[in-house]
């Protein structure tokens, strides 16, 4: 049911104004070498960082005078800091999904995309690490949650699903790092190869860790990446269901619940997927890249992601249905504060971002429209951001206690640190495009060789 | 040491010089007395460890007897003494509160007169300068029971004759006397004895609320309470107060109603009232009490609060003595003379310019007097006004010189009880600053020579004592055989209340149960400690019934103008459970000024609006919510798995054993102690008097108003109230941490912060909490509290220099940091010192008293080990109203309470 004006061509994955293999390496290299940065990158350049800036003061303010600059309190105990780490090692789920799942799933289509994908999981997953320590009281101990040898002699709780998360994250970043690189490698030799200044020959010349092109090194890179791919099907199910967990594996309703790991997984696909097009969009229109990042590109995120608003709304449903089916009284209470407590209107619109909004997708128009795309895309990664800070409120403020139910109101400070990540995102990113060629040129190449046959 | 006379034994020697240390220790300065250093050190005297001495308190004029306990010369945590009657080994919350004031850096340190800073010969020098007039020299004080200071009064009466003299409490017993002596000719004071009590009917009265007279009050209450067979307390009133808390039966009630009420209580006991219709409800009301009280001749009686018209009371001594009730009478200590009408008299003498000098003496009328009185105005109107109190206030700001008096714990002091018992007591440090005794005043007054040795004052007054007796006095703080002897009642006449007709909204002045008449209102521990009934902190409202709120179209925090009598004051309205329609209610004791950073511009000045009666009530539009600890939350799931309510002798539903995979070995016959805690819902009155006990203890910050709104409340304990309308019934629960056994915050805490002992106590280790906070998100029971930032060492005492609060703190608590989570721990410290202990005289670990145990007036807290089944909280577990707080989660609570049981109206 691919939309009519996709079909038009035999090439299905690149257009026709892509045609030798050495247009690949041109169109994702030009930006890259040969052009000038525009005045307009320049502007994102100075905005983002103007907001990084302001956003990185207001952790150090928070480093500095503690928790209490937050809209936290006694009951409500955690806040933006716990959302915006789930959400954004949420968007970093995607990346490697269509890197790892994709590429062992032989899907090559994901050539043009894996790159800027896994940047952005490597991005994500970086402003994700933020919070764990940031959210702290004492920051400076957060290293006690590592076992270490110790005058002390203590070793953290293997229990806390705060010590599994911690090295989840830990091998989540480490891990990302290690595929992006990998990927990366044939890429960077070629830019080393190209001509250029001395200086940016020396640093891919760096980077490319004397990458040759040897049959030998392609043999071994390709067998390294797929292994990699291979772990890390598991790894990204494993992150997300155990940031699951710091919820689940506690006994608070609301939270307890069984269904949270997949249901995280899900939702992390989800965002993720919602930011991949954002990206894509962007990336594609500043760095003239149409020819390999096309509409069917599009087309297929677009129904992953109405696939992942479906489960989205069954995994609300669930949680509906478990809570009424269970009859536990504190369980219907969480559920009738959901729709009835102060925070409806958020919960309404969460609703309706993750769960309405998305169905648009089955008009098959709207798959390939970029005004289409942009605004579905923001309203589930507003949507999810607006169920991962739910997921907190509902249940800290409304406990088993009802004399210390206490509603959440977040201050400036949480607003500029999530501002502040979200511009470090879009700065790094800025940054990638303008260091690193932002689609994979080999693997893209090989696409289009397979197609041109 | 001139003043160290021969009557001074060589005990009272050591205890001053423990004074004096104590002094050199808290660094404030050298002593000016010489001093005696230990040569060989008394036995058992460590430094470190806590020493306890007997010594009082006043409040409201009345003395109260504690225990202080006293480590490095440092008064650390008052406690109640056990030997004096209005204490009975418990406190209040006003006992404990008034510790803080000694460490008060808004305390007044110099004398102040108008050229500026000046000591107290200068002082002297000006009150002498022109001999005063005998009949131009006035003197207010509040209520004065002190032997000592009213034999001072009179002499001074004696040395300037025709010399005006004013005791004045805004909160006062003039219509109480009045109505005795409408009723019998005699102006008395009625005193409840309610451990002989069956049924008990208060109209707008208080007795369990706060009062200078409550521990005894409720402690005599509570004894009942667990006595069988159950008794049964009816309550109307205005407002909910404690009292109406713990009522088996309740009804809000306007002034109009009470009187009505009165006059059909009056035809149902024989008398003749006027046959007016009464609401159905307030009907049903006045036939089951006068039933009861009629059945329960000799053992019940009717009680009506201070504030109610003089004929209520009229009314009540006559029911009361046809009842043959169980209430004796007693004459006002310190003189019987109606307060309101002196300070009246002395306004006017003052603006009619019949007075050069006028001293006030720890009273506060330019805040608390009648605003028609116009006080401020009477005291420019006079040329010398010399104020003398212990933290700034109106008076002393208006007044021309400014006396600071010292803490009543710095001086030695003797007051009579409500009973009439005379406690002596001694002083437990020396003066921080360059203050005086009330009764240093009253000698400069007569001699400008006079010195400062309230000591030989006191030791003066009871001269009758030998040294012995006195020692021994000292040593209890109570003269024995002191009390005054209950009087009885003449017979008296029936008067009755006139009802007044119902217009608009009435209002109720009632005095703030933290703050009282505003005395409190520096306290900063009084400011943060909420409201029993509406949980609000650091401010007042005007509360109003929900019909009353829609009628007037407002809601929960509009800004409203109350306005009475050409006067208003402004506040946020809340609805409040249990009130009258038609009746707004404003605590006194907020809206000071010039006070201090502590009490300024908190809440609004309701004496203001004194004497009132109707209201008018406009809105401003603005709006501010209250801050307040507790949201109001009608919950629809079922109360009973954490608020029970049991009618007398019923039991609770045994738990079902919740089945396991993980051993759980019984505590019973473990080889260490095994600390549990019991508390008994049936008899807590909310007073919080446990709250700031725990707080001053365990080194809880005052966090101030700002994070208190962020609701980021600090106190270890907290006290819910519950209203369970199903049974038509309402309690308090004090919610410490629950010490589970199976405690939910420490399988989630990274860094194992969160551990348990072999004593079964679930400890926090500050030093390896590095805040997750992940343990008050899965703790049920929401106990912990976070130290969102560094607040022990934010003061909330404006550009005051909040060093000295750092005096009080407990030595052997930890003192938070910034980022670390922090919760109730059974008072770990005693148990270590008991442990200690044990362990160095080879004996079994004794009796542990918690810090809120130790405070509650009415003996609800139960603690010690259930590992030993003798023990009274083995006992306690065993009860038949015993449960655990949400027992079903398989939390296993160590803490465990008894169920609030209501006396209702029997089904036959």
């Known amino acids: ?453 | 040491m001139s003043s160290v006379s021969a009557t001074l034994d060589r005990r009272a020697i050591l205890r001053m010089i423990a004074a004096g240390a104590a002094a050199s220790v808290a660094g404030c300065k050298a002593p000016n007395a010489k001093i005696y250093p230990y040569v060989n050190q008394p036995e058992n005297a460590l430094p470190g460890s806590i020493v306890r001495y007997a010594t009082a308190v006043p409040f409201a004029g009345y003395g109260r007897g504690v225990t202080g306990l006293v480590t490095d010369g440092r008064p650390i945590k008052l406690e109640g003494l056990a030997g004096h009657p209005a204490s009975l080994g418990a406190t209040d919350l006003f006992t404990e509160t008034a510790l803080l004031d000694l460490y008060d850096p808004q305390r007044l340190q110099t004398v102040t007169g108008p050229p500026g800073v000046a000591d107290w010969q200068s002082a002297a020098g000006a009150i002498h300068a022109r001999p005063p007039q005998s009949n131009r020299l006035a003197l207010l004080t509040g209520r004065v029971t002190s032997p000592t200071m009213l034999a001072m009064i009179e002499a001074l009466r004696a040395r300037y004759p025709g010399f005006r003299y004013v005791a004045w409490e805004p909160i006062n017993d003039d219509n109480a006397l009045a109505g005795a002596e409408q009723a019998t000719g005699k102006r008395m004071l009625a005193r409840p004895r309610f451990e002989a009590a069956d049924v008990v009917v208060a109209i707008g009265a208080d007795p369990l609320g706060p009062g200078p007279d409550q521990v005894a009050l409720a402690r005599a209450w509570a004894t009942r309470r667990r006595a069988g067979p159950p008794p049964r307390l009816y309550v109307a009133e205005p407002s909910l107060t404690n009292t109406g808390t713990m009522a088996d039966r309740r009804t809000p009630a306007t002034s109009a109603d009470l009187a009505r009420l009165c006059h059909r209580l009056a035809t149902l006991l024989g008398g003749e009232g006027i046959t007016g219709r009464l609401t159905p409800p307030l009907d049903d009301f006045a036939t089951h009490a006068a039933r009861d009280l009629l059945v329960a001749r000799g053992r019940a009686m009717i009680l009506v609060g201070p504030r109610q018209p003089p004929a209520m009371h009229a009314f009540a001594a006559w029911a009361n003595a046809r009842l043959a009730a169980p209430i004796d009478w007693a004459a006002p200590i310190g003189g019987d003379a109606p307060m309101g009408q002196g300070l009246t008299q002395l306004s006017a003498a003052l603006h009619a310019g019949e007075i050069d000098t006028l001293v006030v003496l720890d009273s506060n009328p330019v805040y608390a007097a009648p605003a028609e009185l116009d006080f401020a105005g009477a005291i420019k109107r006079t040329p010398m006004t010399i104020a003398a109190s212990m933290l700034p206030t109106e008076t002393s700001q208006a007044a021309d010189w400014i006396l600071p008096l010292s803490h009543p714990l710095e001086e030695w002091n003797d007051w009579r009880a409500p009973d009439g018992t005379a406690t002596i007591a001694q002083p437990l440090v020396d003066r921080f600053y360059d203050t005086r005794a009330a009764s240093d005043v009253l000698a400069l007054l007569a001699d400008p020579a006079a010195d400062a040795d309230s000591h030989r004052r006191v030791r003066q007054t009871w001269a009758t004592l030998d040294g012995k007796a006195w020692s021994a006095a000292v040593a209890s703080a109570v003269v024995p055989d002191s009390a005054g002897t209950p009087r009885s009642m003449p017979a008296a006449g029936l008067a009755l209340p006139t009802v007044a007709p119902v217009r608009g909204l009435e209002l109720e002045l009632r005095p703030s149960p933290t703050l009282w008449d505003g005395r409190r209102a520096s306290n900063a521990w009084a400011q943060e400690c909420p409201d029993p009934i509406t949980k609000e902190v650091w401010g007042s409202s005007a509360r109003l019934n929900g019909a009353d709120m829609a009628a007037l179209g407002l809601k929960d925090g509009d800004i409203v103008d109350l306005h009475a009598g050409g006067r208003s004051i402004r506040l946020p309205v809340r609805i409040t459970a249990g009130q009258a329609k038609g009746v707004v209610t404003v605590l006194t004791g907020y809206g000071r000024s010039r006070s201090g950073a502590v009490a300024d511009g908190v809440g609004a000045n309701a004496w203001a609006l004194a004497k009132a009666g109707d209201i008018a009530i406009t809105a401003t539009g603005e709006r501010r919510p209250t801050i307040s600890t507790e949201k109001q939350f009608v919950l629809d799931g079922d109360l009973a798995k954490i608020f029970p309510i049991l009618a007398p002798g019923e039991a609770m539903p045994k738990p079902k054993p919740e089945p396991s995979l993980l051993p759980n070995p019984p505590a019973k016959g473990a080889a260490a102690p095994q600390w549990a805690m019991v508390i008994d819902t049936d008899v807590c009155i909310g007073c919080n008097a446990c709250v700031v006990a725990c707080q001053a203890e365990n080194n809880v910050p005052v966090i101030g108003p700002d994070e208190m709104a962020m609701g980021r409340d600090m106190h270890w304990l907290r006290v819910d109230r519950y209203d369970v309308e199903e049974k038509d019934a309402s309690g308090f629960q004090p919610v410490p941490c629950m010490q589970c056994e199976k405690a939910p915050c420490e399988p989630v805490c990274p860094v194992e912060a969160s551990v348990h002992n072999s004593e079964g106590l679930n400890l926090q280790v500050y030093n390896r909490c590095i805040g997750t906070r992940t343990c008050q998100a899965n703790c049920p029971y929401k106990v912990r509290r976070f130290n969102f930032f560094d607040y022990s060492e934010r003061s909330v005492w404006g550009d005051a220099d909040d060093a000295s609060i750092t005096a009080q703190r407990n030595p052997d608590v930890t003192v938070r940091g910034r980022g670390v989570m922090e919760k109730c721990t059974y008072c770990i410290q005693r148990i270590s010192a008991a442990e200690h202990d044990a362990d160095a005289n080879h004996t079994p670990v004794g009796e542990v008293v918690t810090a809120c145990q130790a405070a509650c007036p009415t003996q609800a807290i139960t603690f010690g080990s259930i590992a030993d089944e003798d023990s009274i909280v083995s006992a306690k577990k065993a009860d038949p109203r015993h449960y655990g707080l949400l027992e079903d989660l398989g939390t296993k609570p160590r803490t465990t309470y008894l169920a609030r049981t209501i006396n209702g109206e029997d089904e036959a």
């Open chain 1, 1 to 453: 049911m691919t939309a009519a004006h996709v079909r038009d061509t035999d090439r299905r994955w690149t257009l026709p104004s892509v045609n030798a293999l050495g247009d690949v390496t041109e169109t994702v290299l030009a930006p890259l070498m040969d052009r000038r940065a525009g005045k307009k990158y320049w502007l994102a350049v100075a905005v983002s960082l103007v907001i990084t800036v302001i956003g990185f003061a207001a952790m150090g303010f928070s480093f500095v005078y503690g928790p209490g600059l937050w809209g936290n309190n006694t009951a409500v105990v955690w806040g933006f800091p716990i959302a915006n780490y789930v959400w954004w090692i949420g968007i970093g789920n995607a990346g490697t999904l269509i890197s790892s799942l994709l590429l062992l799933t032989r899907q090559k289509w994901r050539a043009s995309i894996n790159r800027f994908a896994e940047a952005m999981t490597l991005f994500a997953v970086s402003m994700a690490g933020i919070f764990p320590i940031l959210h702290l009281g004492r920051q400076i101990y957060f290293y006690w949650m590592a076992p270490y040898p110790n005058t002390m002699g203590v070793w953290p709780q293997w229990r806390s699903a705060l010590v599994w998360d911690f090295w989840a994250i830990v091998c989540y970043l480490l891990f990302s790092i290690l595929f992006f690189y990998v990927g990366l490698l044939p890429d960077v030799a070629a830019l080393r190869d190209r001509p250029g200044k001395r200086g940016w020959r020396l640093f891919y010349g760096f980077l490319a860790m004397g990458w040759q092109g040897t049959p030998r090194q392609w043999q071994l890179q390709d067998r390294l990446h797929h292994a990699l791919a291979v772990l890390a099907v598991p790894l990204v199910c494993s992150v997300h269901s155990i940031v699951g967990f710091d919820f689940a594996a506690s006994m608070m309703p609301g939270w307890i619940e069984s269904l949270f790991p997949p249901y995280f997984v899900v939702g992390a696909l989800f965002s993720g997927f919602a930011m991949v097009v954002l990206i894509a969009l962007t990336l594609r229109w500043a760095m003239g890249l149409e020819g390999i990042i096309v509409p069917r590109h599009f087309d297929a995120i677009a129904r992953i992601i109405v696939a992942s608003a479906i489960v989205m709304g069954a995994s609300y449903a669930m949680e509906w249905f478990s809570a009424f089916w269970s009859g536990d009284p504190d369980e219907l209470r969480v559920v009738g504060f959901e729709f009835t407590g102060p925070y409806w209107p958020l919960y309404y619109a969460m609703l309706a971002c993750n769960v309405a909004i998305p169905q648009l997708f089955w008009v098959p128009k709207l798959r390939t429209n970029a005004w289409a795309l942009t605004g579905i895309s923001l309203a589930v990664l507003v949507g999810m951001w607006l169920e991962r800070i739910l997921i907190i409120m509902e249940t800290l403020s409304t406990g088993y206690e009802p004399s210390f139910w206490r509603l959440y109101s977040a201050t400036f400070v949480d607003f500029a640190i999530l501002a502040g990540t979200l511009a470090a995102f879009v700065l790094l990113f800025l940054i990638f495009a303008r260091l690193l060629p932002v689609c994979s040129m080999y693997e893209t190449r090989e696409l289009l060789a397979e197609e041109r046959r």
